[in-house]
């Protein structure tokens, strides 16, 4: 270390979950002592438990919490901290929080202000990049922002075109426009959600790539003029905007793209004076021309895959940076060896709606990196992102990487909520996916074709998810006598009810009667507390968990259903209601618009209500032709999964 660096001491890192406890990780390697923040729903979370301290900022929503500086400094000079890391999201990228700390005395982990406003914002970062010969797609961002100004921009970009907000990042703000017929809505509901997520509301118009891949360009500039390229990673497997699956290199990228589009990224990152860590994000279309769509001004989620190549700490990098240190290596001392994918694990739905609850069972995977904050019995709040953690391996060739990472998520196991876990390992397996050709149209073209084999699959395993769930407070399966007569069953699996008659034959064996079908089974329970049924000679392992309401999450070797065990409900009452009467909130969140009243009539497809949750706003849509009876709830008010939001005439 030079005279002219600042040791860092006591580092405060200004954000929560697995990026919290990434830097922690290597903070304390490097001797610093750390201090993390926290709301109040995170006082029991691991990056609390896990620093040297922690300081309480109160409040439940970001608003309140992680994104307000001035809590976030009283906080640094409470503990005695020197210096700042913001991790990624919340005030990574904010100019103003970087000043503030700056101008508090401590030391800011990131690149100066100056280069936050200049890059950060989309609009003033593709003028300095056309200015270094940065290729970038024709579009506008221009100061009108009114609705009437562009649409008339929208015209000289023709479509179709994309709807990007000019601050933040991680697809929030962003909508694809096909036609002018699509334009208002699409710019209402990205500038809401603007608003919502970065504090501002301002658009830019960009043509479309219908068929592009994602790829992104890691780089590092140090305070004495030096800035090397750390390879690309391609993110093409998305959903809304949402990175899904990451890995690096590029199946597409050869070593002469690689070295153009990374003297591009050098190129924009020193003419805006960059310092630390950043990444430069480009369209790459299939001729091989690459357009810049924006660059982060932080660490990135994604950043393990090039830590997995390169075999360098990136989070240790920034903070030796900070403490104004050179690059630890020079551009020609960068190698990469073999490949690294990694995946993001989420709380939601099949259908990519978020989901909040606890996490009742959690079990790591075998042989492979997980960054997580997941305990079990600790709560998932829908006040903050879905992403529950991230796997990553690495492998000598890309088939090995992805067998690898199949294998890690089999090995994966979080019950009590919904999770993306097998429907990742379905991408993975996938052969276009395998063959390296997933662009980021990638789950709209394969997306529902992996959810019915997922939902194939789940009914395959109903009849041992039953029986598993049936034996669960047994202390062994059968009697060892046999019983004459049978025990009948109802389990509920969404609209489908399985009526199970289960008779006991002795020595643990059982005759299971399911519609017209018959069965031989078993069912013991293993040292490890889980469930061995055995149905026609196959055997299948069978983890529960109980959530509420008489709901069990089930998962059957790699297959996860949720049952409600029916068994002793009136048949009549099996599906309660009539769902075509009424409209129930899908998952946790707030309600941001109501866009139908009483005695309205609506079509199919038609957005009733759009709901905010994890960040992410999400229109709930009618599902059949229907007049309004009655609005159940109102703007700002909080929803829970099932409460009524609408209900419809008979």
């Excluded at 202000?113 to 609009?123: D, F, T, V």
């Excluded at 199949?406 to 019950?415: D, F, N, W």
């Excluded at 008779?503 to 031989?520: D, I, N, R, Y």
């Excluded at 079509?603 to 992410?616: A, C, F, P, Q, Y």
Aim: proline letters at 4%; glycine letters at 10%; aromatic letters at 4%.
């Amino acid at each position: 270390m030079s005279p002219t660096t600042t040791p860092i001491r006591r580092l405060l890192i200004a954000n929560r979950g697995e990026i919290a406890r990434r830097i922690i990780r290597t903070a304390h390697r490097m001797g610093m002592a750390t201090v993390t923040v926290y709301s109040d729903v995170d006082a029991q979370a691991l990056h609390v438990q896990e620093a040297g301290s922690a300081v309480a900022l109160g409040g439940t929503l970001s608003a309140d919490s992680y994104l307000r500086i001035d809590k976030l400094l009283a906080a640094a000079k409470a503990a005695g901290a020197d210096a700042v890391h913001p991790g990624y999201g919340f005030l990574s990228e904010n100019a103003e929080f970087a000043q503030a700390v700056m101008d508090a005395g401590l030391t800011w982990v990131g690149p100066p202000p100056a280069a936050i406003r200049a890059l950060g914002n989309k609009a003033a970062a593709k003028q300095l990049a056309l200015a270094q010969n940065v290729p970038c797609l024709p579009g506008y961002q221009g100061a009108d922002q009114s609705n009437e100004g562009l649409a008339a921009e929208a015209e000289k970009v023709g479509y179709p075109l994309m709807v990007k907000a000019t601050a933040g990042g991680g697809g929030r703000g962003m909508r694809l426009v096909t036609d002018a017929a699509a334009l208002q809505a699409a710019l209402d509901s990205a500038r809401s959600e603007a608003l919502s997520s970065f504090g501002s509301g301002d658009l830019l118009l960009e043509r479309a790539l219908l068929n592009p891949r994602h790829v992104e360009v890691q780089v590092f500039a140090d305070a004495h003029g030096h800035c090397i390229h750390l390879g690309e990673r391609d993110c093409s497997v998305q959903r809304r905007h949402q990175k899904l699956i990451e890995e690096s290199p590029s199946p597409a990228v050869n070593a002469d793209l690689r070295e153009r589009m990374g003297a591009c990224a050098v190129a924009l990152a020193q003419a805006a004076g960059y310092v630390g860590a950043g990444t430069v994000e480009f369209l790459l279309d299939e001729n091989g021309d690459f357009f810049l769509m924006e660059m982060n001004t932080r660490l990135q989620v994604e950043h393990p895959v090039t830590e997995a190549v390169t075999g360098l700490d990136l989070v240790e990098w920034q903070l030796r940076i900070a403490q104004g240190e050179s690059l630890p290596l020079r551009q020609e001392e960068i190698t990469f060896s073999g490949h690294a994918i990694e995946v993001r694990l989420c709380a939601e739905d099949e259908n990519f709606s978020p989901h909040a609850g606890r996490v009742q069972h959690f079990m790591e995977p075998a042989h492979a990196r997980f960054d997580h904050a997941l305990q079990a019995g600790g709560e998932v709040t829908p006040f903050y992102d879905s992403m529950l953690g991230k796997l990553i391996v690495r492998g000598a060739t890309r088939a090995q990487a992805i067998d690898r990472l199949i294998a890690a998520l089999a090995s994966t196991q979080v019950l009590g909520l919904p999770t993306n876990r097998a429907f990742l390992a379905a991408c993975l397996a996938h052969p276009v996916f395998r063959a390296g050709q997933a662009l980021i149209p990638f789950l709209a073209e394969h997306g529902d074709g992996i959810r019915k084999t997922l939902q194939d699959e789940q009914t395959q395993v109903l009849l041992p998810a039953a029986l598993g769930l049936h034996f669960q407070g047994s202390t062994g399966a059968a009697q060892a006598l046999p019983c004459p007569f049978g025990t009948a069953l109802r389990v509920v699996h969404g609209e489908q009810v399985l009526a199970i008659t289960v008779t006991e034959t002795g020595a643990g064996g059982l005759e299971v009667s399911c519609g017209t079908q018959q069965h031989a089974a078993g069912c013991v329970r293993a040292s490890d507390g889980r469930m061995r049924v055995m149905v026609d000679g196959l055997s299948h392992t069978v983890q529960a968990c109980q959530v509420t309401g008489g709901r069990w999450h089930v998962q059957v070797g790699e297959t996860e259903v949720w049952l409600r065990d029916a068994s002793f409900e009136p048949a009549a009452g099996l599906v309660s209601g009539n769902p075509s009467m009424e409209l129930r909130a899908p998952f946790n969140g707030k309600v941001i618009a109501v866009q139908v009243s009483t005695g309205e009539s609506v079509r199919r497809g038609d957005t009733l209500l759009v709901i905010e949750s994890m960040k992410l706003e999400h229109a709930v849509c009618a599902t059949r032709d229907a007049v309004v009876a009655a609005v159940a709830v109102a703007p700002g008010q909080q929803t829970a999964p099932g409460q009524v939001l609408l209900r419809f005439e008979a």
